[in-house]
């Protein structure tokens, strides 16, 4: 069995299995209301009381039907396409794409995994978190450099992602003001329910951010690995402003508005850096128009 095929087999498993949670938390909500629940720091908050997220917090819950709807409707059926896109093809932008789009997978499998409190399918999310991970790896174990080496002699604009890399990498530093908010009140983030860590903030701050400079810099270089790094983040960049509007509308729906001061930082510099990503990334995916003849 080949490289591309396990991959093939592992995506295919992941997309079957990823649409268990959303399917769930969206069309089987059970009845229920919200009640008051303390957190670890004897702070009040309100927990949901229904569907699969009873114990998130009101505030968070709309936000985990927001992302799964979004998982639904767009990244499974885009990771779907492209794995059949893959059978067919022995690497290329085809590859590296499949790759991007499994960073989006393994990242929201890992968050469902730690981030949401216990549940009945928290073994479904570990089985994810398994399959997108050695997917993941997979991917770029078949990944042939020597060709994006080739690719890379021709002269493309390069800068303006690199710019856009820097930025985006630092646009996770938003964190940071609820971080440092929480460090001033001696308590948790707010909104943090009935969770006691935050994981989002964790794996942006540690892994995201330091990958996106990483990334602008062997680009910088013109190394083969800057291009499929920035590519991967491209992606997951674009998929995450995909979520933010996802999130945003499952809120209104449960009648929570955000502030501007909430909006503008959390919602709208997503969105925009997501737009241009989707650019970006189309951009990359496409150059050269002609690769073949200059392979």
């Known amino acids: 069995m080949t490289r591309s095929t396990l991959l093939v087999i592992l995506s295919a498993c992941f997309i079957v299995l990823a649409a268990i949670p959303p399917l769930i938390s969206l069309f089987t909500e059970s009845p229920g209301t919200a009640f008051p629940f303390n957190n670890v720091w004897g702070i009040e908050t309100e927990l949901y009381g229904r569907g699969l997220y009873r114990l998130e917090s009101t505030f968070k819950a709309p936000i985990n039907r927001g992302t799964d709807a979004v998982v639904l409707f767009l990244l499974l059926p885009v990771l779907l396409w492209n794995t059949l896109r893959l059978r067919q093809t022995n690497g290329g932008p085809v590859l590296w794409l499949q790759i991007g789009l499994l960073s989006c997978a393994l990242y929201y499998s890992f968050l469902q995994a730690v981030e949401v409190v216990f549940n009945e399918l928290f073994l479904i999310y570990v089985a994810m978190l398994s399959l997108s991970l050695f997917a993941f790896i997979l991917g770029i174990r078949t990944v042939d ?151």
Do not use: C
Not at 166 to 191: C, D, K, N, R, T
Not at 202 to 216: E, R, T
């Open 145 to 295: 450099f020597s060709r994006i080496r080739v690719r890379m002699q021709v002269p493309f604009p390069h800068r303006g992602t690199v710019v856009f890399l820097l930025f985006a990498g630092g646009s996770v530093g938003v964190w940071l003001l609820e971080i440092v908010a929480a460090y001033q009140m001696g308590m948790l983030p707010a909104h943090s329910g009935a969770g006691v860590t935050m994981p989002t903030y964790a794996i942006d701050l540690a892994i995201i951010g330091p990958s996106v400079f990483i990334a602008a810099w062997e680009l910088h270089r013109r190394r083969p690995l800057g291009y499929l790094l920035a590519i991967i983040l491209l992606t997951l960049n674009a998929f995450i402003g995909f979520v933010v509007i996802g999130q945003t509308i499952f809120q209104y729906k449960a009648g929570i508005l955000l502030t501007p001061q909430q909006f503008i930082p959390f919602v709208g510099v997503f969105v925009i850096l997501s737009a241009f990503a989707l650019w970006l990334l189309t951009r990359l995916l496409r150059w050269p128009a002609t690769e073949a003849n200059h392979e």
